[in-house]
């Protein structure tokens, strides 16, 4: 799997070039019918697309926060978030966004030292449900804040015990519930079809299958991509 999952980032970051050179028109171009014109900036009438699908790559800093002392790993670390977003928008009179997508992210933890070193893999397919602005600074720059929730189920992890040289399913053994959920905060920036952003994961769920120690996760997450 991972090795799949750096493939298909290296193949996308070498088709962002060509793809970029497309071309992407936030001032006129409203003949197209994904474009929808909503104001004047100067001379020009300012037009953005009312729709648009975009791939996404990135890494993850990521922890896991628990009131359980075999849980907590307040460690970070690090993993792949890969996949496809589709957005449209929700108003003709303002750039506001309903965005929405298929994620591939590695999450996890790390807790202790030496003999007593524990990690975790926590994998999930997660989808996130963001409101955006798109705010444009230029030409072909724009600037868009966002904030909603997301869901996750878990689909593959390990914890590895280096003191006992041991290793255990995250979810099969009895130690994480498979099921994600909490809000999602960030910031990107596009240019042309170029995106780049950063956010952060609030885990709301307790993941943890004791029910009386709550344990989250806690990620922050760097991306770029393409939208077309």
């Given at each position: 799997m991972k090795k799949i999952l750096l493939l298909s980032m290296l193949c996308?970051?070498?088709?962002?070039?060509?793809?970029?050179?497309?071309?992407?028109?936030p001032y006129g171009r409203s003949s197209q019918p994904r474009v929808q014109t909503v104001g004047r900036h100067g001379n020009e009438y300012i037009a953005w697309h009312r729709y648009y699908l975009g791939l996404r790559v990135g890494l993850n800093a990521s922890h896991v926060a628990s009131e359980s002392h075999l849980l907590d790993g307040s460690g970070v670390k690090t993993g792949l978030n890969i996949g496809f977003v589709a957005g449209t928008q929700l108003s003709y009179r303002t750039p506001l966004f309903l965005e929405s997508g298929l994620y591939y992210t590695q999450k996890g933890g790390k807790s202790g030292s030496g003999d007593g070193k524990f990690t975790y893999d926590l994998n999930y397919l997660e989808v996130p449900v963001l409101i955006k602005y798109k705010h444009f600074v230029g030409n072909q720059t724009s600037i868009q804040p966002y904030a909603g929730a997301y869901l996750a189920v878990g689909t593959d992890g390990e914890i590895k015990n280096y003191g006992a040289r041991k290793a255990f399913s995250s979810y099969d053994d009895g130690y994480f519930k498979r099921f994600d959920g909490g809000l999602k905060i960030g910031c990107g920036v596009g240019y042309n079809m170029l995106y780049v952003d950063a956010s952060y994961d609030i885990g709301l769920a307790n993941i943890g299958q004791d029910d009386f120690d709550d344990t989250h996760n806690g990620c922050f997450t760097i991306n770029v991509g393409v939208n077309f």
């Open positions: 996308m970051m070498l088709a962002l070039p060509a793809m970029a050179q497309r071309g992407y028109y």
